[in-house]
């Protein structure tokens, strides 16, 4: 009990304006892509965990990098000048990509303030390739039981590393689809990790992005694309994206947010990174 007497959980009450204050006062994550953040509210949501899912080679592993590098965008240039930590389960996050995706990165800031960084005394220092690299806390996982571990360690590693914005798991099916045969304990075990990064997103006001694999699910008989793990799986996350090819053209669906319209948009991987897509057919965003 609280010395008022009420239990300490009743202590803790928010009114709903402060809220939605708190809620709009929020940065977001620029994608890269215009038409993506509008779907998206912005961008992605500190506080929140979102799902990004989609077939092999449609650009999740890109766009969770395109992510580690935008979180890290200077204060004065728009951005949160946060930190990254990137799980990567799959060794699909290559180095020499990362460094691409922040020297596009850095192209853009100066096109859009071509004189800013000279005053700033940290400007040219910020805009590095290297330090933008430095600035990734990458951590590779070969199993299920590293997975677990690793998440669990998080609480310490953020409580040591104050200014992470984000936390990145690519992917978070991949080793509890392979080797995880008891369904039924999968599910608990997957509840309790989601539940923890839910957690971990609101107390440390950073993004949690899990990046999913598909698979084929048997509906009103045909086979059908679905996200790995099933519908459960889909209450572990506040907003779904699904990423998928429209012909040779990429585009992102909203599939689920608590306050946005079900949306659709295109958008493009350059060398650059995650941008716009170009093409003069594209409607420009579909909500639904």
């Known amino acids: 009990m609280s010395s008022s007497g009420n239990p300490p959980i009743l202590a803790g009450a928010q009114n709903a304006w402060d809220m939605l204050s708190d809620e709009q006062s929020q940065k977001h994550i620029t994608t890269g892509s215009g038409d993506l953040n509008h779907i998206l509210g912005g961008g992605i949501h ?13 650009g999740k592993t890109q766009l969770g990098i395109q992510l ?33 995706i922040a020297e596009g ?32 806390y990458y ?37 509890f689809r392979q080797d995880f045969d ?15 990064l839910m957690k971990i ?18 509906t009103e008989g045909s086979f059908q694309l679905a996200l790995a793990l099933g519908d459960s799986w889909s209450h572990s996350c506040t907003n779904r994206l699904i990423l998928y090819w429209n012909g040779n053209d990429r585009y992102a ?20 990174g995650v941008r716009d897509a170009v093409s003069p057919n594209h409607k420009r965003v579909r909500v639904a």
Do not use: W
Request: aromatic share 8%; net charge negative.
């Open 139 to 175: 951590f590779r996982i070969c199993s299920y039981t590293e997975q677990i571990a690793a998440i669990n360690y998080l609480e310490k590693f953020l409580g040591e590393h104050k200014d992470v914005r984000i936390v990145i798991i690519d992917s978070v099916t991949f080793h």
């Open 68 to 100: 580690a590098i935008n979180v890290q965008i200077p204060v004065e240039y728009g951005g949160l000048g946060g930190k990254a930590v990137y799980i990567d389960t799959e060794g699909s996050f290559m180095v020499e990509r990362v460094y691409q």
């Open 182 to 196: 008891d369904l039924a304990l999968r599910t608990r075990v997957l509840s309790g990790l989601s539940l923890k």
């Open 253 to 272: 669906h909203l599939d689920k947010s608590p306050s946005l319209p079900v949306a659709s948009a295109p958008y493009a991987v350059t060398g650059k």
């Open 46 to 58: 500190c506080k929140e965990v979102t799902e990004i899912g989609g077939v092999p080679g449609v």
């Open 105 to 136: 990165c850095i192209s853009d800031i100066l096109e859009h303030f071509p004189h800013s960084h000279d005053k700033s005394s940290s400007g040219q220092k910020q805009l590095q390739p290297e330090h933008f690299l430095a600035d990734i």
């Open 201 to 218: 997103a609101k107390a440390y006001n950073l993004a949690v992005v899990l990046l999913n694999q598909v698979t084929t699910k048997f």
